[in-house]
């Protein structure tokens, strides 16, 4: 009788310990699902936790895994495109000289030998100074250390946990802060926000671009647009003439390749081109399509950058300043850029012009003046002869 009280006593222990043991996993799994309902609650709230947050924020929280996978893959693309335009444009000079130079002394008046030798080697020294300038130079950074008493830092960067002077913001390839940010060359697409992509087909310098490398990125835009339009119109007779050789290539030999099938002791095959005569039509227009193609791209980005330099904005500080336009036209007020001098003045600005001879010293000729103040503070520069009133900076 008392191993049966026994057998039921430790059946019923039994049976009740599974009944904790299960209750003690459904509390678990409860309190758990409600752990993520909590924290997911809280990640929704996050995106539109303040009035300055909008769709824009929702979207580049959703999409910074993506814009991390891009910073981290793209950096490694530049050394390549760097070869990349190096080999480009060497091959271009290259059949310059090996094809067109002596077809050029042997055909041309004097008078246009002249000027093609002149304008052409100018342009080229222009176009390898600049380029060299753009991708050696260094942006510029803040002082990795506190910031002196007397420079303004309008924010706190959020990854650098520094002081941020005006119009410098975080470059997530370079990984730290630069002075006057304008972008950093990658061949992807550059969001700074969902509904206003900015495209940046740049990867060809291997360096962000901004307070001290910024003229030499678009001078070299410049030079190489106009070295590529001088090409292609100077070229525009002798592509269509290596064109219509190519053309007749093929004909001739369609045409042997029929001779020889059906040939017969009175056929003879037709003439055929040498490999130099085939060489020298297929790099002119290798050379002509190359220039046009790159003087059509690099052409409307180069104005593109016209457009913010005369605006006094860099290609961050325009989406910025689109923003606060919209948000003061709400409240009936106007917005003043305050790094704008006007059309002259900006352009004076940027290329470091402060007397009439530097339009030669500094434009025309190679320079390596420094840009026009530290990037740390902007103070109305000399050559602008208005002063305006100061503004709040952004």
């Given at each position: 009788?008392?191993?049966?009280?026994?057998?039921?006593?430790?059946?019923?222990?039994?049976?009740?310990?599974?009944?904790?043991?299960?209750?003690?996993?459904?509390?678990?799994?409860?309190?758990?699902?409600?752990?993520?309902?909590?924290?997911?609650?809280?990640?929704?709230?996050?995106?539109?936790?303040?009035?300055?947050?909008?769709?824009?924020?929702?979207?580049?929280?959703?999409?910074?895994?993506?814009?991390?996978?891009?910073?981290?893959?793209?950096?490694?693309?530049?050394?390549?495109?760097?070869?990349?335009?190096?080999?480009?444009?060497?091959?271009?000079?290259?059949?310059?000289?090996?094809?067109?130079?002596?077809?050029?002394?042997?055909?041309?008046?004097?008078?246009?030998?002249?000027?093609?030798?002149?304008?052409?080697?100018?342009?080229?020294?222009?176009?390898?100074?600049?380029?060299?300038?753009?991708?050696?130079?260094?942006?510029?950074?803040?002082?990795?250390?506190?910031?002196?008493?007397?420079?303004?830092?309008?924010?706190?960067?959020?990854?650098?946990?520094?002081?941020?002077?005006?119009?410098?913001?975080?470059?997530?390839?370079?990984?730290?802060?630069?002075?006057?940010?304008?972008?950093?060359?990658?061949?992807?697409?550059?969001?700074?926000?969902?509904?206003?992509?900015?495209?940046?087909?740049?990867?060809?310098?291997?360096?962000?671009?901004?307070?001290?490398?910024?003229?030499?990125?678009?001078?070299?835009?410049?030079?190489?647009?106009?070295?590529?339009?001088?090409?292609?119109?100077?070229?525009?007779?002798?592509?269509?003439?290596?064109?219509?050789?190519?053309?007749?290539?093929?004909?001739l030999d369609k045409g042997r390749l029929h001779v020889t099938a059906n040939q017969t002791y009175s056929q003879t095959p037709p003439p055929t081109f040498s490999f130099r005569q085939r060489a020298f039509h297929k790099?002119?227009?290798?050379?002509?399509?190359?220039?046009?193609?790159?003087?059509?791209?690099?052409?409307?980005?180069?104005?593109?950058?016209?457009?913010?330099?005369?605006?006094?904005?860099?290609?961050?500080?325009?989406?910025?300043?689109?923003?606060?336009?919209?948000?003061?036209?709400?409240?009936?007020?106007?917005?003043?850029?305050?790094?704008?001098?006007?059309?002259?003045?900006?352009?004076?600005?940027?290329?470091?012009?402060?007397?009439?001879?530097?339009?030669?010293?500094?434009?025309?000729?190679?320079?390596?003046?420094?840009?026009?103040?530290?990037?740390?503070?902007?103070?109305?520069?000399?050559?602008?002869?208005e002063q305006k009133t100061p503004l709040l900076t952004i």
């Amino acid at each position: 009788m008392r191993s049966r009280q026994r057998m039921y006593s430790a059946v019923m222990r039994f049976f009740l310990k599974c009944l904790r043991i299960g209750q003690r996993r459904r509390f678990w799994l409860t309190k758990h699902v409600g752990q993520l309902w909590l924290y997911g609650r809280l990640c929704l709230r996050s995106l539109v936790y303040n009035s300055f947050a909008n769709g824009d924020t929702a979207l580049d929280a959703l999409f910074e895994p993506i814009y991390w996978l891009v910073d981290h893959v793209t950096r490694w693309f530049g050394v390549v495109f760097v070869a990349l335009v190096i080999t480009l444009t060497s091959s271009v000079v290259v059949i310059v000289y090996v094809c067109l130079l002596p077809l050029v002394l042997q055909t041309y008046p004097l008078l246009w030998i002249f000027w093609h030798f002149i304008y052409g080697h100018w342009n080229l020294v222009m176009i390898v100074f600049h380029y060299y300038m753009a991708i050696t130079t260094q942006p510029g950074f803040p002082p990795q250390q506190q910031l002196k008493s007397d420079v303004a830092a309008v924010s706190i960067c959020r990854k650098c946990i520094a002081p941020k002077p005006a119009r410098t913001h975080h470059c997530s390839i370079c990984n730290r802060c630069v002075l006057k940010m304008d972008h950093h060359c990658r061949i992807l697409l550059q969001a700074h926000s969902w509904t206003d992509l900015g495209v940046s087909w740049t990867a060809w310098l291997n360096n962000c671009v901004g307070h001290f490398n910024h003229r030499y990125f678009f001078s070299f835009m410049l030079f190489m647009t106009m070295g590529c339009i001088y090409s292609s119109v100077s070229g525009w007779d002798l592509f269509w003439e290596a064109y219509a050789a190519i053309e007749k290539m093929k004909l001739l030999d369609k045409g042997r390749l029929h001779v020889t099938a059906n040939q017969t002791y009175s056929q003879t095959p037709p003439p055929t081109f040498s490999f130099r005569q085939r060489a020298f039509h297929k790099s002119i227009v290798y050379a002509w399509v190359l220039c046009s193609s790159v003087a059509l791209a690099l052409g409307a980005l180069m104005l593109w950058h016209s457009v913010l330099i005369t605006r006094g904005e860099t290609s961050i500080e325009r989406h910025i300043n689109r923003k606060e336009r919209k948000r003061l036209r709400l409240k009936g007020k106007v917005f003043q850029n305050p790094y704008n001098y006007g059309p002259l003045g900006n352009w004076k600005v940027f290329l470091g012009v402060e007397t009439q001879r530097h339009w030669v010293t500094r434009v025309l000729l190679p320079s390596t003046h420094p840009p026009y103040g530290s990037g740390l503070s902007w103070e109305t520069p000399p050559c602008i002869v208005e002063q305006k009133t100061p503004l709040l900076t952004i």
